[in-house]
């Protein structure tokens, strides 16, 4: 399959980033690219002011290469119990002029220092990739959260416990099955 | 009872910010209510230097000085905008501005929903730890059909919302006045000093009653702010129309809390000045509120020299500038005060401090009154 994957926060080290390296590593029957948020402007109906309505040119990029995808993985962060405002204001450009989540099928991962592994934040990001305006096809079930990630990788960036990576490959294997569907339904 | 409340959007046209306008003006007998606007923050980003952030310490500084926070959200894409969480993210990385802060939410919203989803989400961010607010339960103001509901002056025509946003105002009221920090801190109202009024204090040179004591400073045709030895704002004196609006909420806090990061090393080389004793006495003349406003720093110290802590003298200094201008002091002798001192007292010379000192203080003079831009004069 051919995957975009965001990284769902704007700091120079994160989790989700090395999760999401981790997975583009170790699934390589497909392939997957890496996509950064952290030079995409806050969301604004009135930016840029004063010019014609338009939306910024990373945001032109990045949904150019989610419509020419199979598929998408967010790797989530939490805070504040909620999806971060950087990856919240990604969807919202991404669901404001252009719609290219619509009917794409979506796979949620986190990760997060706490044992929660971003599972509050993860339920909201749910809901708004169900809103209409996103109308993305979120993976249901398996729910992939990676708790006390400091922990969890080691110095190649491999994750350490092999039950964790068993349970990434059969949610792996489940969305490759769901896309499909998803897919052939279109 | 003083609220903030905030635009949860940064769109330029929005209803919510015309239902907080609506607000502050309906609920106008009951609290003032300054509005804020997201829009004026930047980006959250952990990785930018926090002493750079005036605007996030401008929002910190209005809402720890409020009583509660009116949040008006939006909806978008089933939940928050990320302008509004972005704000919130700032308000609790490494800091606790929402921390038992009580918070009421509304939101108004074009289609009949009226951001309900968003408000659900809202609530639970709020409670998480690091957030910690404190949010009216129940009350919810979900206004639908946004642009039926408002006149072209921004009142609401439906009497059934203005109705359901008094019955939820009145709540968070009371909600607001049940809050521990508000118990704690009292009403901003303090007519009365602490113990008992008539209890004297016997000075060297007199005595004073508390009330006596208290209204003398409150009288001074000039303001004064004491900070404590372990650098802590510990006092204001309650004069009406002051230069610097202090508030209770700030009694006790750092004074470090009081400035600017950017101000704050120039501030914090006046107090280490003080403390070493190379000087006693910084001034400044600042243009505030349209006034022409002298500002004095005093160390002050016991009668061995300890140092007890600094005394913020200011005030409008118009009406003096307008008596020299007018002739009032023409004629009289050069430097009066020190030679008709000194000869009613038959001394000599009145005592100097030594060279250095002299020196010090007036590099330091020169070095306040270089900061006194604009920064200082919005934000003290």
Redesign the interface.
Known sequence: MKIEAIVGS???LSYNRKLLQFISKHFTDDEIHINEI?DI??????YPAGEDDHDPELITELAKRIEDADAVIIGCPE????????L??V??WL?YRIHPLGGKPVMIVGASIHPQGSS?SQT?LR?????P??NAEVFPGNEFFLGTAKKAFDENGDLINQGTVGFLEQCFDGFRIYADEIHKFK | MKLVAIVGTNADFSYNRILLQYMKWHFRMAADIEILEVKQLPPFNEDLPDSEQTEVWRFNTKINNADGVIIATPEYDHSIPAALKSGLEWLSFNRDTMKEKPVMIVGVSYGTQGTSRAQQQLRQMLLSPDLNSDVLPGNEVLIGNAAKVFDKNGFVTDINIVHNLETSFTAFNKFVKSNMRYLERGDDNMTEPHISSDAKIQFRTGSLSIKEIQQIFNTLPFEIDFIDANDEFSYFSDKPNREHVRHTAEIGEPVQQCHPPKVWPIVKSIFDSFKLGTQDHVERCLPLNGHKVWINYFAVRDENGKYLGTMEFTGNVGHLVTLVKEGKFDGFPEGADATTGASKHDDAEPEQPAGPAMNAQADATTGASEHSDEDEDKTE
């Open positions: 704007n700091k120079k952290k402007p806050m969301f604004n109906e009135n805070y504040n119990h909620s999806v971060p405002s950087a919240k204001s969807i919202e669901s509050r909201h809901e708004i990739l169900d809103s305006g996103v």
